[in-house]
């Protein structure tokens, strides 16, 4: 029988944070920031990260909406026409001041789209490999 996987506490989420794990200080914690927050926001599991492509997020000014285009329950086949696809939407914090949070992950997947431009015209994979170089 496999062992129950724990997810991460508040308290370890802001751990991250405040070492520097999560961020977008560099290319390479950018992506590991965006992986983080697919799997719990969206709840995508491992092999549900391949199938993600850049047109299944929308992304406002403090908002990312994903919607599922395939996953081990939906997997976009003759037998899932009939099934509607998943949605969810995940509102940010803002400041009381109506500024970005400085963790708002509207504007830090936006940052990672506009750093993978190449990504929005074509139907490819979502990750790219993170140059260990300069990031800005």
Known sequence: MKEEKQGFSLEEEEQMWQKGVLGSRTAKILTDTIYFYHGKI???RTGEHRMIRPRDFEIGDDYIQYTENASKTHQGGL????KNPR???HFCEMCSNGEEHTRC?????RQYLEL???LRTKDRAYYFQAYTDKFN
Request: net charge positive; charged share 35%; glycine share 6%.
């Open 42 to 44: 969206f709840g995508l």
């Open 79 to 82: 037998r899932d026409l009939k």
């Open 87 to 89: 949605v969810i939407k």
């Open 105 to 109: 992950l509207a504007r830090i997947y």
């Open 116 to 118: 993978v431009e190449c």
